[in-house]
């Protein structure tokens, strides 16, 4: 009787969930998961403030152009594991097979209407790329993974697309079980932004950091001008998944300096999203994460000419906002 009743809590201690490791990252050296990460925005124009010298303007929204924007990003990859420890990937292949975004923009003004469509894609599409862990800098050395291939393409990319930073610490997952709750590093975010740190909303910039340093900085001062909160509640288990719900409010600015005519900018944002993150108990990784709702974004000018009044014009935008990934292990 005692053996037995020895042998079922060894069981029960090896089932997931039961134990402080069971939700980890963790897939085995040598898998191969295909991530795509799906990003959709739908904009609308809904305030315009202007200031002259220091008084404000009153603007008639209703005499202003209406102004409608529609966004959709996605990035498809296929990473190999091939050695992994301390919880990370020490080398690891990305091949990335799809890299694309296009959008949308259409101005109603009165009886005119304008309108125009834009892609955009990425010389990396095709390629594959190696991230080695190197212990003495602390961070991954990125190469191209078989031929020679243009270096500012690798300025900026980012191993992690595993949604590690969604996991708690490990010291944080003792005695960790469902209806545990925990605050999420707000650097998660960038997985929401730039997943793979490619920014699709600019990548000719990307591709010119190299020869800029401060193109190279711009997507990383978002991070660094990050408030708010981000939270995790593990809800439930089931067919070893576990469900987390996740809560996002965020917020964060970027500015802009003066162009050669003297205009300067800033852009800020925040987001209210809520969702799920399904994560694979058993093969250590994440199987799905969905989250959705609203976000707003101002646009601000300002400048002055030599004789001219100091003029300052904010444009904010109202968005609804989807974020997706989904993983598939491959053979």
Same mark, same amino acid.
């Given at each position: 009787?005692?053996?037995?009743?020895?042998?079922?809590?060894i $069981?029960?201690?090896?089932?997931?969930?039961?134990?402080?490791?069971?939700l980890?990252?963790?897939?085995?050296?040598?898998?191969?998961?295909?991530?795509?990460?799906v990003?959709?925005v739908t904009?609308?124009?809904?305030?315009?403030?202007? /200031?002259v010298?220091?008084?404000?303007?009153?603007?008639?929204?209703?005499?202003s152009?209406?102004?409608a924007? !529609?966004?959709?990003e996605?990035?498809?990859?296929?990473?190999?594991?091939?050695?992994?420890?301390?919880?990370?990937?020490?080398?690891?292949?990305?091949?990335?097979?799809?890299?694309?975004?296009?959008?949308?923009?259409?101005?109603?003004?009165?009886? !005119?209407?304008?309108?125009?469509?834009?892609?955009?894609?990425?010389?990396?599409?095709?390629?594959? /790329?190696?991230?080695?862990?190197?212990?003495?800098?602390?961070?991954?050395? /990125?190469?191209?993974?078989s031929? &020679?291939?243009?270096?500012?393409?690798?300025?900026? $990319?980012?191993?992690?697309?595993?949604?590690?930073?969604?996991?708690?610490?490990?010291?944080?997952?003792?005695?960790?079980?469902?209806?545990?709750?925990?605050?999420?590093?707000l650097?998660?975010?960038?997985?929401?932004?730039?997943?793979?740190?490619?920014?699709?909303?600019?990548l000719?910039?990307?591709?010119?950091?190299e020869?800029?340093?401060?193109?190279?900085?711009?997507?990383?001062?978002?991070?660094?001008?990050?408030?708010? &909160?981000?939270?995790?509640?593990?809800?439930?288990?089931?067919g070893g998944?576990?469900?987390?719900?996740?809560?996002?409010?965020? !917020?964060?600015?970027?500015?802009?300096?003066?162009?050669? &005519?003297?205009?300067?900018?800033?852009?800020?944002?925040?987001?209210?999203?809520?969702?799920?993150?399904?994560?694979?108990?058993?093969?250590?990784?994440?199987?799905?994460?969905?989250?959705?709702?609203?976000?707003?974004?101002?646009v601000?000018?300002?400048?002055?000419?030599?004789?001219?009044?100091?003029?300052?014009?904010t444009?904010e935008?109202?968005?609804?906002?989807?974020?997706? /990934?989904?993983?598939?292990?491959?053979?």
């Amino acid at each position: 009787m005692q053996t037995k009743f020895l042998l079922a809590s060894i $069981l029960l201690a090896t089932l997931p969930g039961s134990t402080s490791e069971a939700l980890r990252f963790g897939p085995p050296a040598g898998a191969k998961l295909k991530k795509t990460f799906v990003q959709k925005v739908t904009s609308a124009l809904t305030q315009v403030s202007i /200031v002259v010298d220091g008084e404000e303007v009153e603007v008639d929204m209703e005499a202003s152009p209406s102004i409608a924007l !529609e966004r959709e990003e996605t990035i498809a990859v296929i990473d190999e594991y091939v050695q992994l420890a301390a919880g990370r990937p020490e080398k690891l292949v990305r091949q990335f097979e799809k890299i694309h975004s296009t959008s949308s923009e259409k101005i109603e003004f009165g009886e !005119e209407e304008t309108s125009q469509e834009s892609e955009q894609g990425s010389d990396l599409e095709g390629r594959s /790329v190696r991230f080695t862990w190197n212990e003495e800098s602390g961070e991954y050395d /990125v190469a191209f993974a078989s031929e &020679e291939g243009d270096e500012s393409l690798l300025a900026g $990319l980012d191993e992690d697309m595993d949604l590690r930073d969604w996991l708690p610490e490990k010291e944080e997952r003792e005695g960790l079980a469902e209806g545990a709750s925990w605050e999420v590093p707000l650097d998660a975010f960038r997985y929401h932004l730039f997943a793979g740190g490619l920014d699709l909303v600019d990548l000719d910039a990307q591709a010119d950091a190299e020869a800029d340093e401060d193109e190279d900085k711009r997507w990383k001062d978002y991070l660094e001008n990050a408030s708010g &909160e981000i939270r995790a509640k593990w809800v439930r288990s089931e067919g070893g998944l576990a469900t987390i719900d996740v809560d996002i409010n965020f !917020e964060s600015w970027i500015a802009y300096e003066p162009s050669e &005519e003297g205009v300067s900018s800033r852009v800020a944002f925040q987001y209210d999203l809520k969702g799920e993150l399904i994560w694979n108990l058993e093969a250590g990784r994440v199987e799905r994460f969905e989250v959705a709702g609203e976000s707003i974004e101002s646009v601000s000018f300002e400048g002055a000419s030599e004789d001219g009044p100091s003029v300052g014009r904010t444009m904010e935008y109202t968005s609804a906002v989807s974020f997706t /990934v989904e993983t598939e292990a491959l053979d």
